[in-house]
């Protein structure tokens, strides 16, 4: 018994498909480092909630530790936390449209066989 040809624009179809899936992991993988990175970050805040604010705070920046006050780093961790946000925001939406096309391609897929 024969294996059923694939026809070129099946062949296509699954390429697309597969390009797709790995996208998907991709953004997956990015959205959970995003918010292991907004939890950190959420921590700090809370921590640094209660401190004085003449308090002596270091912030790192790659192996360097510089020395900053309890506003600064506030508002530091703060536009970070917005920045992170939007890019969840970002990724999530795309992640949602990714899913469909790929549920979608593979429902042309396994329609064809």
Same mark, same amino acid.
Request: proline content about 6%; cysteine-free; charged content about 40%.
């Given at each position: 018994m024969a294996a059923p040809q694939i026809?070129?624009?099946q062949q296509e179809e699954l390429q697309r498909f597969n390009q797709l899936v790995q996208e998907l992991e991709i953004?997956?993988?990015n959205l959970q480092q995003f918010e +292991?990175?907004?939890r950190d970050i959420t921590t700090a805040l809370k921590e640094t909630k209660d401190l004085d604010p003449s308090a002596v705070i270091?912030?790192?920046a790659g192996r360097l530790l510089f020395q900053s006050n309890v506003e600064d780093i506030k508002k530091h +961790?703060?536009?970070q936390q917005e920045k992170i946000e939007?890019? +969840?925001s970002s990724l999530t939406n795309r992640e949602k449209k990714l899913v469909s096309s790929v549920k979608e391609l593979q429902e042309k897929l396994v329609g064809k066989k």
């Open positions: 026809t070129p624009e953004i997956r993988v +292991l990175e907004k270091y912030r790192s +961790l703060t536009e939007v890019r +969840l």
